[in-house]
């Protein structure tokens, strides 16, 4: 019985392994990153584009808007709680780089935005919330896996940084990216 069962394991795991069209059970990070970013195809250099609803009032917004800018796009939700922490540290990087033209915006992609207020009130953030109806630009467009998950455009609407999660130990790093793109000219 042993063989029998041994003969069957093997005959699916060879036939598994020769059908090279089954895609991966897991998409590795650097892989979801990496086509994001461009990083190895033709789309190296390809600006970011959606848009979206500002919060509260529903004027729309284009990230194509802001270029020249370096931008941070934090998308987050009501119910992640390292975006309770994460939130009120990107507010100061806004206020600290804002100058030199980081713009710093807050993704939502709650089903229901009317958490939203009580949420801004608990974390006194006063970030620009941009509403991402039904998470369609976080899960097509940024191929959102985390929350929070974080993104550093450059001046020229290229995804440069994708950072998924958060802990303090991540705004030095940020710093240094955010640094390093606003020394960058846009073209």
């Not at 991966?24 to 979206?52: C, I, M, W, Y």
């Not at 009130?121 to 976080?138: M, Q, R, S």
């Not at 896996?145 to 550093?152: K, N």
Request: charge should be negative; glycine fraction near 6%.
């Amino acid at each position: 019985m042993r063989t029998v069962l041994g003969a069957c394991a093997f005959l699916v795991l060879t036939a598994c392994a020769r059908n090279s069209e089954l895609p991966p059970l897991v998409e590795d990070r650097q892989t979801q990153r990496s086509a994001l970013t461009g990083e190895g195809t033709s789309n190296k250099g390809a600006p970011l584009h959606f848009e979206v609803k500002r919060y509260p009032g529903g004027e729309p917004y284009s990230v194509a808007s802001d270029r020249g800018s370096v931008v941070l796009l934090d998308v987050w939700a009501t119910w992640c709680e390292p975006c309770r922490d994460s939130l009120p540290l990107y507010e100061q990087l806004a206020k600290e780089y804002g100058p030199r033209g980081l713009k710093v915006y807050a993704l939502n992609v709650d089903e229901d935005e009317r958490a939203i207020p009580a949420f801004v009130a608990a974390t006194k953030v006063a970030l620009p919330i941009l509403v991402d109806a039904n998470a369609a630009v976080a899960e097509k467009t940024l191929k959102v896996r985390m929350m929070p998950s974080t993104f550093l455009v450059d001046r020229r609407g290229v995804v440069r940084f994708v950072h998924e999660g958060f802990t303090e130990e991540f705004l030095q790093k940020y710093q240094t990216e955010i640094e390093q793109l606003l020394a960058e000219r846009a073209e």
